[in-house]
């Protein structure tokens, strides 16, 4: 029983160990998007701890949280506080990608330096 609980704790220790918080802004993919996609960039917040990854951006510290893999990869749709659907896609190795669906625009975090 004792040594369960050692394995318990080393394995919270190293998921802990695990966590990350970068900044990104968003820079847009034009040949995949259509003209109208506005190239102003947003900066982006991406928190992984724990196995969730939570996405967050200035003026809504969090968009949504999700389960994320432990490669890093991640499929989720979530609601603007705008009111618009967008798709967000972590490819693995901390490259994410965000879609609004409907125009198409497409858009490519970059990290933020500093």
Request: glycine share 12%.
């Amino acid at each position: 029983m004792r040594y369960m609980t050692i394995a318990g704790v080393l394995g919270m220790l190293a998921t802990q160990a695990q966590a990350e918080s970068k900044t990104y802004r968003t820079v847009l993919i034009p040949e995949k998007s259509v003209q109208a996609c506005s190239g102003w960039g947003q900066t982006y917040t991406v928190d992984i701890s724990n196995g969730v990854l939570t996405l967050g951006v200035n003026y809504a510290r969090r968009l949504f949280s999700e389960p994320v893999t432990s490669d890093g990869k991640i499929t989720t749709s979530y609601k603007d506080p705008s009111g618009g659907i967008l798709k967000f896609i972590g490819h693995g190795a901390g490259e994410y990608e965000l879609i609004a669906p409907l125009t198409p625009c497409y858009y490519r975090f970059v990290p933020r330096e500093g």
